[in-house]
């Protein structure tokens, strides 16, 4: 088979041109059939002319391999009569060509393949940037954009709203250079017909307009090929859709419409999480808000009660200070009418005097201004202190102690009595139909442990994680005994500077034991 058979019978693009001046001097017929011109318009043009007109640098670099004796191999894109453009690789080889040398060039048309590599970069690409991104109009945009290119549309437009489809809400983003385009995209009521659960499709809208009615299509914006898919929430509310349009009718092929569906899918739950983020935020933006409120109220709360007691001590003592002089001088005249009467006015003293201790306490343990002096000291020593003045002593219970009552301890004393008086006074209000009260004294590898167990009534289970807190009391108790509710608040937090735990059992009708654990000797930091 001689050379003309092969080369005007090749189903491939093929052509020789002048390797001097680039001109085109045969053409086969499959370059006629895929380029579009004739073979005298052919012969009219050189190779560079074939070119993009971004691509003709490029070019211009290989002319001088072209006089060379090696094949020369290119990459780029071509234009075609239609307008059209298509991706090749060429490669050329040096021949005698009418007695004189030239260049036989191959033509391999590649743009499908260049396409499929170019969606599947950008179906990565978005996939990773709308997963990794939280903001509402980046994914739009980004979407825009990544559909207009893999759809070959001339324009996309992406309608969003974040209030369940409410139209007039709606965020937009445009992907075009059209500024025909830019300026209607603003109108969103030429859109509403659009904004539906179901995709539209249509390649080629002046047909479509005959067979489907006329205001199937009522908007005029340049378009003979258009798609319009619908962007739909995991709950199943329309939030908005994407729109591309073409001035060339069939362009968006079914295998397109696909491909933008996937993105559309993708960028659906990109756009829900990101909505799902701001709301979280939204919610911690006002939880921070009342968490702020709340300090402040707090704040101005602690900083009245620290005034209060103050003001309030300073009397209290002086009270408390007469009516033991007025108690002394009535007992020397042995007037046990009136002597009555101030044992009753010093017990309601008392009872306000450890308010106060409460509330002040209170206030420097929030301040970080609670003293401790620790040392070393007896137990037994403390419990009997704490016995002989418990502030309901008048009640007729007897507090009996069991165990290790030779163990000394490292803590403040002043502060670990405190602890105790609060443990049995408790035991006591809390069970008047009981008569004792039961202290278990131990110590173990290197920890001391002090049970206070009363007779009463016990605590609801579903009580206990509130017993340490502070102003807790229970509500069944609440009316019939004194206190504000933070004697066992701050018990717990004298008990933590020590380094210890302290708790509750309770078994409710049985009584209850409160506990605590302290490190027996001073614990190295």
């Not at 993708?266 to 909505?275: C, E, G, K, W």
């Amino acid at each position: 088979m001689n050379f003309d058979n092969l080369f005007y019978q090749s189903p491939q693009p093929m052509l020789i041109f002048d390797i001097d001046n680039l001109r085109i001097l045969e053409v086969n017929d499959a370059a006629i059939s895929s380029y579009g011109y004739n073979r005298e318009e052919f012969l009219s043009l050189t190779t560079r002319d074939l070119r993009i007109s971004e691509e003709k640098n490029y070019f211009d670099s290989l002319i001088p391999l072209f006089k060379g004796s090696e094949n020369v191999y290119a990459e780029g894109q071509h234009l075609l009569k239609s307008g059209k453009v298509i991706s090749v690789q060429i490669v050329s080889y040096i021949i005698e060509y009418k007695q004189k040398r030239c260049r036989l060039a191959h033509i391999h048309d590649v743009t499908s393949v260049v396409k499929q590599a170019r969606d599947l970069e950008i179906l990565v690409s978005i996939g990773k940037s709308i997963s990794e991104d939280l903001d509402v109009r980046f994914i739009i945009q980004k979407v825009a954009d990544a559909t207009k290119q893999i759809s070959g549309a001339e324009y996309g437009i992406l309608f969003y709203s974040s209030s369940e489809g409410d139209i007039e809400d709606m965020l937009y983003a445009t992907s075009t250079n059209s500024e025909t385009i830019l300026s209607k995209a603003g109108d969103l009521t030429r859109f509403k017909s659009f904004i539906t659960d179901k995709v539209i499709r249509s390649e080629d809208i002046i047909k479509d307009r005959g067979t489907r009615g006329r205001s199937w299509i009522n908007f005029n914006l340049p378009a003979n090929s258009f798609l319009s898919v619908p962007i739909i929430s995991k709950h199943k509310q329309v939030m908005g859709c994407l729109m591309l349009g073409h001035t060339v009718p069939d362009v968006f092929t079914e295998s397109i419409e696909k491909m933008v569906m996937g993105i559309v899918t993708q960028a659906t739950v990109a756009l829900d999480n990101a909505l799902l983020v701001k709301a979280l935020i939204h919610a911690n933006q006002e939880k921070e808000s009342l968490l702020q409120k709340a300090t402040e109220q707090n704040f101005k709360k602690d900083e009245f009660l620290s005034v209060a007691s103050h003001e309030l001590k300073t009397p209290v003592t002086s009270m408390k200070g007469y009516l033991q002089i007025l108690e002394k001088q009535v007992s020397k005249e042995e007037n046990s009418k009136y002597l009555n009467l101030i044992h009753k006015a010093n017990k309601q003293v008392n009872k306000i005097v450890y308010l106060v201790s409460d509330l002040l306490n209170l206030s420097k343990l929030e301040s970080g201004k609670l003293e401790y002096n620790f040392s070393d000291f007896k137990i037994s020593d403390v419990i009997n202190d704490s016995i002989l003045n418990i502030k309901n002593s008048e009640v007729t219970h007897t507090v009996r102690v069991f165990g290790d009552k030779d163990c000394v301890i490292y803590g403040d004393k002043n502060r670990i009595e405190q602890v105790i008086i609060n443990l049995i006074d408790n035991a006591i209000k809390y069970s008047p139909d009981a008569n004792e009260v039961l202290i278990g004294l131990s110590q173990d590898r290197g920890y001391f442990k002090m049970e206070v167990r009363d007779f009463g009534p016990g605590i609801p289970e579903e009580k206990l994680h509130l017993i340490f807190e502070r102003y807790y009391r229970g509500e069944e108790n609440s009316f019939k005994t004194s206190g504000l509710g933070l004697g066992l608040f701050i018990s717990s937090e004298i008990i933590k500077r020590h380094h210890g735990r302290i708790g509750v059992e309770s078994e409710h009708g049985k009584g209850s034991t409160f506990w605590f654990v302290i490190p027996i000797e001073k614990e190295e930091n």
